[in-house]
């Protein structure tokens, strides 16, 4: 799976990786009135919480991310905010309007994104999980770069402007404590 590869080329980095599988640990699909409650999301809050970086992976399905994702994006978005997302789109069309969706709901929750994203086909770029293409292999060596500096900055970025009581976008997301918003 790439996501396991880019997973390796970040550890390589020194930055922690947490490998959410949803073929392993199914979510269930996003409901307003009773997700909160399910069994598997306070696990996963938790884990969406530490994250500094979240690179999320799916396969393009009709110009769409997949519905696994979308469920898991709709569970959370004030666990997004400040922190970076990256993209990867298996997609025999470049994934660009799958891309621009993940980069759209990062938007809505207030988090950043890489200035590009990473898509692969299958058989060209990845067999078996494992980059076969120079090219694509170069992409993932930037991206893991990119994942671990930008990542380590903004998360420091993050830190200061939740502990601040100066205004910006964090503000809204500050303990009571700490907020203008008094």
């Known amino acids: ?15 922690e990786v947490d490998v959410l599988d949803f073929r392993k640990e199914p979510l269930p699909l996003y409901n307003p009135d009773s997700a909160h409650q399910s069994s598997v999301y306070p696990s996963l809050r938790s884990r969406v919480e530490r994250a500094d970086v979240l690179v999320l992976g799916t396969p393009d399905y009709h110009g769409s991310v997949s519905s696994a994702m979308k469920s898991f994006l709709d569970h959370f978005w004030r ?6 997302f ?36 299958a058989g060209e770029d990845v067999r078996h999980g494992k980059p076969i293409s ?26 200061v402007d939740l502990a601040s009581r100066e205004p910006g976008f964090m ?7 700490t907020s203008n918003n008094e």
């Open 1 to 15: 799976m790439v996501i396991d590869e880019l997973a390796r080329l970040l550890a390589a980095r020194h930055c």
């Open 79 to 84: 666990e997004f905010a400040g922190k970076l």
């Open 86 to 121: 990256a993209t990867v789109v298996a997609s025999h069309e470049k994934g660009l309007t799958v891309t621009d969706q993940l980069r759209t709901v990062a938007r809505q929750c207030y988090a950043w994104t890489l200035p590009y994203g990473i898509s692969f086909v």
């Open 134 to 159: 120079r090219a694509f292999s170069k992409r993932l060596a930037m991206a893991s770069a990119d994942i671990a500096t930008y990542g380590r900055l903004l998360a420091g970025q993050r830190r």
């Open 171 to 177: 503000a809204r997301h500050r303990p009571a404590s």
